[in-house]
Every structure is written in C-alpha cells, then in structure tokens.
C-alpha cells in the first residue's frame, strides 16, 4: 500500500469548503446525521451523541485520503466555518478508484452547496492522487443525487436489483474518468 501526499486543507470554493472534521461540529454533525430524512438513501443509520462524538474522533487526524479506508471531510460555509455536511472517500488498494459519498443538512440541500463540494473534491482527486477514476452509488430514488452526479459529468456505469434496509431499490452506480478533470484544467 502506497502513502499520498498530505492535502492542504482547507480546500476553498467559490460558496463552501472542506476541510477535516473538527470535534466543534459535533452539534451540527449530530443533527443532520440523526435527521431521518437526510439519512434516507445513506448507507449510515442515525447515530447517538456519543457515537457522533467517537467517529468525529476518528477523523480529527486526516489529512488525505487513505487506500483502503473510508474518511470523511467536512463541507462547511467559508465566511462561518458551519459544518453543512460531509463527503467520504474510499480508495481502492491501488489507488486508482475512489469512491465517494456525501450528505448534507436539510437547511442547506438544493442550492449547489454540495455539488460544488463534490466538484472541489474530484478536482482534487484528479490533480493530487493516483486515481483514474471516481464512483458514486445512489438509490434510483434519490432523484437529486442522480442530477447531482450527471451535472459534475458522471456517467451511468452499472444498474443493479437492490435490497435496502428491508425494501426492494435499484443502485445505479455512475463514474467520472479524471482524465476528462485534468484536459479541463
């Protein structure tokens, strides 16, 4: 397993930025994550104060990617530091693919803040990794994730029959080549 260079954080936009997550947005991490509504269509289930605690713990030292792991970075407004939501990681063993997700408080849904958070971390993942190319995985239900993904570029890859959390669902899995990233650079 190789090791990738240290990430400078914060990684600014226009209207929101990531960074890691810090234990001061424990409240704000609690409630989007513990909102039903939110956690629809995540792979997640709602957590108590305490679990929220320890996995905000357990990302206080990233500071990159990590093959292998999934790691979470904050998606907060740059003029307050707010935490709004979170996108996760995961590399494969060899770097090449990442997978992604990402959540975000109702408050804050429908505005581009998370699309252009995803589009600051593909850019990244383009210029500062190994990886040829990144996935997401959304529930066909989930009409905003799917618009999300097609407006950043992504590509339907893979529809498959599902079961999630007891119902029946189909997972589209759509997939962005960085090279397309870096020719736009």
């Not at 500071?63 to 292998?68: K, N």
């Not at 990681?89 to 429908?110: K, P």
Request: charged letters at 25%; one cysteine or more.
């Amino acid at each position: 397993m190789f090791e990738l260079p240290m990430w400078r954080f914060p990684l600014e936009g226009d209207r929101v930025r990531l960074r890691p997550l810090q234990m001061r947005d424990l409240a704000n991490f609690f409630s989007y994550r513990s909102d039903p509504a939110v956690g629809r269509f995540q792979g997640w289930w709602p957590m108590s104060a305490d679990d929220a605690r320890t996995f905000i713990g357990s990302m206080l030292d990233v500071d990159r990617p990590r093959t292998g792991n999934w790691v979470q970075l904050g998606i907060a407004l740059p003029e307050s530091d707010h935490l709004i939501g979170d996108v996760g990681i995961h590399l494969d063993h060899a770097g090449l693919l990442a997978h992604v997700g990402y959540s975000c408080a109702r408050l804050f849904q429908r505005q581009g803040l998370t699309t252009e958070a995803v589009r600051l971390l593909v850019r990244q993942l383009a210029h500062y990794t190994s990886c040829i190319s990144v996935r997401a995985t959304t529930d066909s239900r989930n009409k905003p994730s799917e618009r999300l993904l097609t407006k950043l570029g992504f590509e339907q890859v893979e529809i498959l029959p599902a079961t999630f959390r007891g119902e029946s669902c189909v997972e589209v899995s759509y997939e962005l080549c960085l090279d397309r990233i870096l020719a736009n650079s």
